[in-house]
Nanobody
Framework: QVQLVESGGGLVQAGGSLRLSCAAS????????MGWYRQAPGNQRELVAR???????KYADSVKGRFTVSRDNAKNSVNLQMNSLKLEDTAVYYC????????????????WGQGTQVTVSS
């Protein structure tokens, strides 16, 4: 019913910048929290950044001051601006959203994008 489509991944040199975007589509009533997670080979999936419908944000300590998460509620999208990229930022980045479909019952369902590869080189 819902699709999350990411874009913007790729190869970038250390110290460079990259901007990820994710757009949700489908029969959506509202979206609560949207965010980005990442998973490097051999590691657990971890939270990178998330933002509530009201604009409150949370970041992993490792990316604070370098990454900025934002959203456009009219477009049902979330972005991640990544600056001063480091080698350890290399991972598959996944978009996540908590979505409701019913005006009467606020039940949130988690949806995930397919993932986009971010590779930081020296």
């Amino acid at each position: 019913q819902v699709q999350l489509v990411e874009s913007g991944g790729g190869l970038v040199q250390a110290g460079g910048s990259l901007r990820l975007s994710c757009a949700a589509s489908g029969s959506i009533f509202s979206i609560n929290t949207m965010g980005w997670y990442r998973q490097a080979p051999g590691n657990q999936r971890e939270l990178v950044a998330r933002i509530t419908s009201g604009g409150s944000t949370k970041y992993a300590d490792s990316v604070k001051g370098r990454f900025t998460v934002s959203r456009d509620n009219a477009k049902n999208s979330v972005n991640l601006q990544m600056n001063s990229l480091k080698l350890e930022d290399t991972a598959v980045y996944y978009c996540n959203a908590e979505i409701s479909f019913d005006r009467r019952v606020t039940t949130w369902f988690n949806y995930w994008g397919q993932g986009t590869q971010v590779t930081v080189s020296s």
